[in-house]
């Protein structure tokens, strides 16, 4: 066939070739030739919101832009779910260096906006398609039809004999030796035109080396709309024609697409293409071959392992891709709710075998989308009871949807958390792109509600959880709301206690329910005023409460005493709120050696053990002295102490009575037991116990030592004979035991007339400054 003609468009050039371009980074963009295409991609991070491409070619460079891609075969994709834009270039597309249809060369500029600043990369490729030529083939690309058949085809032999001879008769009756083109809307035949005037509305033909090339964009007035088996499909038919003498040369191109726009049934996206799209062609004997792609590749793998599922009905090809297939692309956003849609980059060829035994391959490029699917995220309580740890997994969280904060009864935190706070988050990630956040809160965490239930005798811990969702990259948030709840055992609170070389601390750690209970020190309540009046120390905060008490301070107890030392026990109680019934006691037991130590008890003892060294006569040694009353000897002595134990009513003391307290005194003496000579005996140490008067109101109402707290004791150490006691003693040294503020008085008691006698005897004694225990004095015990 003689067939020539000159393809040129009215374009207007750009204002200069790419002299001077940028250096695209490789990882940043990807260039690949397929069967019957070329395609480019590139990264948005680099081309801008607004990406340009522009096709070079030795005459000038020419802006691809919407338009101008449907007429010369570009189609420009931008997918911003995947981040990048495509250009994808037929290989008859207007720019294409085509050497004998077997290789393309492509040149193209990527004109990309960084700061404001346009700056320009040159992207060029070389491609050898392998897959041999049909002798027809059709594109249905997205934004135009591409049909191109080999120059030396015969005519068809399944071509409708009337049509076909309308076509002749008219191109005969019209034909001049300029080709000319005569478009067929359905029966209507339209009056022929030109080249020139057909490439102006937007129509292209090519002739290359072996291939006759028409492209037209979809929706152009010449073509036409029909229904096949209730699939919509567009056709443009056209005929070349050019009369040389009384013969007439015609070609007939004709490009019938599917326009079927895609449903969604049952979890599967569908596309439906008849099998016959030529009106022209009476049958197809053998069986249509579909093969099935994504992306622009076909698959091959069975595409029943992907899930893919093809049916024939009706002489109808129908498509079925389930919407989370490999190779689809998910975006979320909210509407009130959580929803999703998928788009599936469908890419399909079908091959048609005529009456002639000619295959058509038909290639389409179609996208393929759900509507809005609901995407519920889902909470599950994974706490573990034993841990004290609310846990709290959020699932089926969307790939592109990100939590951004977390609202704890009210608190807001912005995720991921600070490693100060007490709670975690972690993410986890599944394999069907999607992931989840497992939350841990600690029960007693200050976040954590919690109150006291009666009904079930038990703490109850309750935390309302609000997580807010965010579409990446900015498309809107999403509130999920859960709430969880754990009861514990309402177990009293317990003091944790460490010895010390001068008493024993105490420390416990607030939780928010030990209201229900209070601290007691034996009967008392334990309140700062009780701490001061008994020379405790304490401190209590919103963290914790720390108590010190000192040795020898109200509340202790001594037992195993010996000139080794003694173990001192105090007790701290936890009693019931409303009951005051004891719940729990912290019980401490610590081991004490002091070098030396007076002890004055609540029912009127005297412990003592005095260090002799500084005081002891010449010659003399421990185990020799003894109280006023010689016949008190220590019970346990070494080379340089004694230990004396007595009542404070015994062994010859001495008591004193001031304002508001009584003091009882004796003295440590050196002398040979029996000796009746005591001329030459020493006192060495004197030993006093002074009592509040206060605590002593049983005292003077059944005649028995009973104190309220224990007594100071002192014990002063002097170097005197016996001649010197006349005068007042001088003491060296003091070793006291803390007394207590004065207590807080209690009811007025009436005294029986017995003990007024006894009362009036210690306010005489008062006036003389001391009474000294005897057979000739009345004892007060």
Not at 182 to 211: C, H, V, W
Not at 436 to 445: M, N
Not at 460 to 471: A, Q
């Amino acid at each position: 066939m003689a067939f020539g003609f000159n393809l040129g468009l009215a374009l207007l050039l750009s204002v200069c070739l790419c002299t001077k371009c940028g250096q695209i980074p490789n990882e940043l963009h990807h260039m690949e030739c397929h069967d019957r295409f070329f395609v480019i991609d590139v990264d948005l991070s680099l081309t801008g919101d607004v990406p340009h491409f522009e096709a070079v070619v030795g005459t000038g460079v020419y802006p691809i832009t919407e338009q101008y891609a449907a007429v010369c075969g570009y189609s420009v994709s931008v997918f911003p779910l995947q981040g990048h834009v495509e250009l994808r270039a037929s290989y008859f597309s207007c720019h294409t260096d085509n050497i004998d249809d077997e290789v393309f060369k492509f040149h193209f500029n990527l004109v990309a906006n960084h700061d404001g600043k346009e700056v320009t990369y040159a992207l060029n490729k070389t491609c050898s398609p392998t897959l041999p030529w049909s002798p027809k083939e059709v594109t249905c690309e997205m934004n135009y039809m591409e049909v191109s058949v080999r120059s030396d085809v015969t005519c068809p032999t399944g071509t409708k004999q009337d049509d076909w001879n309308a076509a002749v008769q008219t191109a005969y009756t019209l034909a001049t030796s300029d080709w000319q083109v005569i478009f067929q809307r359905g029966e209507e035949q339209l009056m022929p035109m030109n080249l020139s005037d057909a490439r102006k509305q937007g129509y292209a033909f090519d002739l290359t080396e072996r291939r006759l090339v028409f492209r037209t964009p979809y929706g152009q007035p010449d073509s036409f709309s029909i229904e096949v088996n209730d699939v919509p499909v567009e056709v443009v038919h056209a005929t070349l024609f050019s009369r040389q003498s009384w013969v007439v040369l015609l070609v007939d191109l004709v490009a019938a697409c599917s326009m079927y726009e895609g449903s969604y049934d049952g979890g599967y996206m569908v596309w439906k293409t008849p099998e016959l799209l030529n009106p022209l062609v009476s049958e197809v004997h053998d069986n249509t071959q579909v093969n099935i792609g994504v992306n622009g590749e076909l698959v091959e793998q069975p595409v029943e392992e992907r899930g893919y599922v093809i049916e024939k009905h009706n002489a109808t090809v129908e498509i079925h891709i389930p919407y989370n297939a490999e190779g689809g692309h998910k975006k979320s956003l909210v509407i009130g709710d959580l929803y999703e849609y998928y788009i599936f980059e469908l890419y399909l060829e079908q091959i048609s075998v005529d009456e002639d035994h000619v295959d058509t391959r038909l290639r389409f490029h179609r996208t393929l989308a759900t509507p809005l699917l609901p995407h519920p995220v889902f909470t599950e309580n994974r706490t573990i009871h034993d841990e004290h740890v609310f846990t709290v997994y959020l699932g089926d969280v969307p790939e592109d949807v990100a939590l951004t904060a977390v609202a704890l009864n009210g608190h807001t935190f912005t995720a991921p958390f600070t490693n100060a706070s007490g709670y975690n988050i972690a993410k986890v990630v599944h394999p069907n792109n999607t992931h989840g956040y497992t939350l841990t809160v600690p029960f007693d965490d200050p976040v954590v509600v919690q109150q006291f239930s009666k009904e079930n005798a038990a703490m109850k811990h309750m935390l309302v959880i609000n997580y807010t969702l965010t579409v990446l990259p900015d498309d809107g948030s999403y509130y999920h709301q859960t709430s969880v709840m754990a009861l514990t055992d309402a177990s009293p609170p317990e003091f944790e206690a460490v010895c010390s070389e001068f008493g024993i601390s105490f420390k416990l750690d607030h939780r928010p329910y030990d209201y229900l209970w209070y601290i007691g020190i034996g009967s008392d309540r334990l309140t700062p005023q009780l701490a001061a009046q008994h020379n405790y120390s304490m401190s209590n905060d919103s963290q914790s409460l720390l108590l010190s008490v000192p040795l020898y301070t109200h509340g202790y107890e001594y037992k195993d005493i010996s000139l080794k030392g003694f173990l001192g026990t105090f007790e701290i109680l936890v009693r019931d709120h409303e009951t005051s019934e004891v719940q729990r006691s912290t019980i401490k037991t610590c081991p004490f050696t002091p070098t030396e130590f007076i002890m004055c008890s609540t029912d009127g003892r005297m412990t003592v053990m005095a260090d002799l060294s500084s005081s002891i006569p010449r010659g003399e040694i421990p185990a020799r002295s003894n109280l006023v009353n010689k016949y008190c000897g220590p019970k346990e002595v070494d080379d340089t102490r004694a230990l004396f134990t007595f009542p404070l009513n015994s062994c010859g003391s001495t008591v004193k009575l001031g304002k508001d307290s009584v003091t009882y005194e004796n003295e440590i003496f050196f002398s040979k037991k029996f000796q009746s000579d005591s001329s030459n005996v020493v006192a060495g140490v004197k030993l006093q116990c002074t009592y509040l008067l206060s605590g002593l109101h049983r005292l003077f109402s059944v005649y028995k030592f009973e104190s309220d707290t224990v007594g100071l004791g002192h014990v002063v150490h002097s170097a005197h004979s016996t001649e010197e006691l006349q005068e007042p003693m001088a003491f060296t040294a003091v070793l006291q035991t803390p007394l207590p503020p004065t207590r807080r008085s209690r009811p007025a008691y009436r005294l029986p007339g017995q003990q007024i006698k006894v009362f009036n005897y210690i306010n005489n004694s008062l006036k003389k400054g001391a009474v000294r225990s005897s057979k000739s004095k009345a004892n007060i015990f």
